[in-house]
């Protein structure tokens, strides 16, 4: 029998799932750019577009991690937000 009220529950339900959204956000900004330089150094392949498009990716992590915190998780959000008057 779980000993956590059912509100308990749903915050670590909410918070969980904004916790796997920031993961997404960092495998896409930073795991996708890794795997594709892995790759183009043992295929020995040199694309300039695409070397140009991984180190933006990479260059926006930390910005990105920082605009998805402050979306998904609700204090962040509500504080950030009423700075500029919002609700």
């Known amino acids: 029998m779980s000993m956590h009220s059912k509100n308990t529950l749903q915050m670590q339900k ?3 799932q ?12 930073l795991q996708v750019p890794v795997s594709y330089f892995v790759f183009a150094i043992y ?6 577009t695409a070397n140009n498009l991984s180190f933006v990716f990479m260059s926006l992590h930390g910005i990105a991690c920082t605009v998805v915190m402050i979306l998904v998780h609700k204090p962040y959000r ?10």
């Open 14 to 16: 909410k918070f969980l």
């Open 18 to 29: 904004a916790v796997y959204v920031q993961s997404g956000v960092l495998l896409l900004s």
């Open 43 to 48: 295929s020995d392949t040199y694309i300039q």
């Open 78 to 87: 509500k504080f950030c937000f009423s700075w500029f008057g919002a609700k």
